[in-house]
């Protein structure tokens, strides 16, 4: 709800949605986490066996982290759908290629700016975090270019982002309760938690328009 122009997320119930989405669709979850495994095991396993070539070590890791890039992109649509109240489907981690560069360039200027704010006493390299942590949402949602999503974060953020903080710290302490349980856990905490920052997202969407 939005109120006197202020804006009003409900992280509780990001995360209860997160969850009852990953119980009714465990097996497509299941699927979707082994897709990524067997990913890992092509790119990085030959570079593993042969740590005596590191040529054929970076090209392999290099193939992984852009092929890893669109899987993202399918992932982050997945969660998207299944908060508008449709389902994930399997071809969304291939089909998100028209998206790959805006995504990547995204992905890669959010990551060096919270790099370099963590640096720089972490404070603000946790708060770049907050202020553009939903940017590479916009750019799958709104097929945004990497500074318009960018921007686009940094409004829907406005005047939440100690609630986004909040979260961000609840997602990493789910997360860590799922490694701790032998990393199996993270079959369910991380879909959790990414269908929940994606509800969180479109709460956050539904009450800023677009950037005319």
Same mark, same amino acid.
Request: proline residues 3%; contains cysteine.
């Given at each position: 709800?939005?109120?006197?122009?202020?804006?009003?997320?409900?992280?509780?119930?990001?995360?209860?949605?997160?969850?009852? %989405?990953?119980?009714?669709?465990?097996?497509?979850?299941?699927?979707?986490? =082994?897709?990524?495994?067997?990913?890992?095991?092509?790119?990085?396993?030959?570079?593993?066996?042969?740590?005596?070539?590191?040529?054929? %070590?970076?090209?392999?890791?290099?193939?992984?982290?852009?092929?890893?890039?669109?899987?993202?992109?399918?992932?982050?649509?997945?969660?998207?759908?299944? =908060?508008?109240?449709?389902?994930?489907?399997?071809?969304?981690?291939?089909?998100? *290629?028209?998206?790959?560069?805006?995504?990547?360039?995204?992905?890669?200027?959010?990551?060096?700016? =919270?790099?370099?704010?963590?640096?720089?006493?972490?404070?603000?390299?946790?708060?770049?975090?907050?202020?553009?942590?939903?940017?590479?949402?916009?750019?799958?949602?709104?097929?945004?270019?990497?500074?318009?999503?960018?921007?686009?974060?940094?409004?829907? %953020?406005?005047?939440?982002?100690?609630?986004?903080?909040?979260?961000?710290?609840?997602?990493?302490?789910?997360?860590? =309760?799922?490694?701790?349980?032998?990393?199996?856990?993270?079959?369910?905490? *991380?879909? %959790?938690?990414?269908?929940?920052?994606?509800?969180?997202?479109?709460?956050?969407?539904?009450?800023?328009?677009?950037?005319?």
């Amino acid at each position: 709800m939005q109120r006197w122009g202020l804006k009003s997320i409900s992280i509780g119930q990001a995360i209860e949605f997160g969850w009852e %989405t990953w119980k009714r669709n465990v097996l497509f979850w299941v699927g979707v986490a =082994v897709v990524f495994i067997v990913v890992e095991a092509i790119t990085q396993g030959p570079g593993n066996a042969a740590r005596n070539r590191p040529a054929l %070590t970076f090209v392999l890791s290099v193939i992984g982290f852009l092929i890893n890039t669109l899987l993202g992109i399918g992932v982050t649509r997945m969660a998207l759908r299944f =908060v508008d109240g449709g389902r994930g489907e399997f071809s969304d981690l291939y089909t998100g *290629y028209p998206l790959f560069l805006n995504y990547l360039i995204a992905t890669l200027l959010f990551s060096l700016m =919270v790099g370099i704010g963590l640096v720089f006493l972490i404070v603000p390299g946790v708060i770049l975090a907050v202020v553009f942590g939903f940017c590479t949402f916009a750019v799958v949602d709104r097929a945004l270019g990497p500074i318009d999503a960018l921007q686009r974060s940094a409004a829907l %953020t406005r005047g939440v982002r100690m609630d986004v903080f909040l979260f961000g710290l609840l997602a990493i302490a789910i997360n860590l =309760v799922g490694l701790l349980l032998c990393g199996i856990g993270l079959f369910a905490t *991380y879909p %959790t938690t990414m269908v929940a920052a994606a509800h969180l997202y479109r709460q956050l969407d539904r009450q800023v328009a677009p950037a005319v």
